[in-house]
Structures are given as C-alpha cells and as structure tokens.
C-alpha cells in the first residue's frame, strides 16, 4: 500500500501547508510615516544614479563610519535654504534609502534647520529600520552636517 502523504495520529492524511516565498523587497515591508519604505527610497535613489554628481566636485566630503560605510552630500544653498542636495555612498541599502529620504527633506530647509537635524527624527520616520542598521542614520545626517560646515565657511574640498 502507498502513502499518499504525511498521516495524523487517528490515520487522516495531513494536507499540504503550501507557503509562498517572500520576495527579498519585501523584508522592509512596514510603511512610513510618508507611506514610503526603505525598499521605495532605495527604489528612488537607484533610479537616478546616473544624475549623481562627481566625487571631485567642491563641498563634497565623505564621511565614514565605523562599519566601512561612507556617505557624503553636496548642496547648493540660494537665500539661506538649501536648493538642492545630492549625495554619494557606500551600497548599503539602507544607507542609500537614509540619504535619499534625508536629501528630499533637505532641500527647502533653512541652513539652521537643516544643521540642527538629528539621526532620531529621520528615524521616526522609518520603524521598519533593523536595530543593527540605525547607525546609518547618524552617518546620514553627519554627511549632511559636513556638507553645512563647508558650505558655511569652512574648508573647502
């Protein structure tokens, strides 16, 4: 006699628990408070690779971190808001999703705003952050705080 499958214990064949495999986009699946996640910030910044700046151009200054990542912006400020930010890092996904967001919030910002910004505030807005991953949100913000300091009179690049 064959077996047509697993058995429970009175004899009644079990039926097959079939689970369908996540895709690897879906890992940060909670949405922010913008309703846009890690993945579409990511998404966002991918996309417009080609549009980045060129490492050697003024104000632009990387920051490293302690686990290998760098991350560095460059701004253009017009009447004491920033009118435009770029920036430039190492391909951790979460830390291109933390620059990306972080440089749409930038630009608008008085210069005083945007130098008194803080890690805590980026990270509000994505719960969805691993807690081995939230360092790069200080990272984030530190390159952003360069890019000010330069900008504002300190040494050029």
């Known amino acids: 006699m064959r077996s047509a499958g697993p058995l429970d214990s009175a004899g009644r064949f079990l039926a097959r628990v079939v689970r369908a495999r996540r895709p690897v986009a879906r890992r940060y699946n ?10 579409d910030y990511y998404r966002q910044a991918y996309r417009k690779l080609a549009r980045l700046p060129e490492a050697g151009a003024p104000r632009f200054a990387a920051v490293f971190g302690a686990d290998n990542n760098c991350a560095a912006f460059q701004l253009e400020v017009a009447g004491g808001f920033i009118a435009r930010a770029d ?3 190492t391909t951790c996904v979460t830390l291109i999703a933390l ?3 972080l440089a749409e919030l930038a630009i ?7 130098s008194g910004y803080r890690p805590v505030l980026l990270l509000d807005r994505h719960p969805e952050i691993p807690p081995g991953r939230r360092d790069r949100a200080e990272l984030a913000v530190q390159a952003l705080k360069v890019a000010l300091h330069h900008i504002e009179g300190g040494p050029k690049s």
């Open 99 to 101: 620059c990306e967001h």
């Open 30 to 39: 909670s949405v922010s408070r913008l309703h846009k996640t890690v993945h």
């Open 108 to 114: 608008g910002m008085s210069v005083e705003e945007a």
């Open 87 to 89: 920036y430039r890092c």
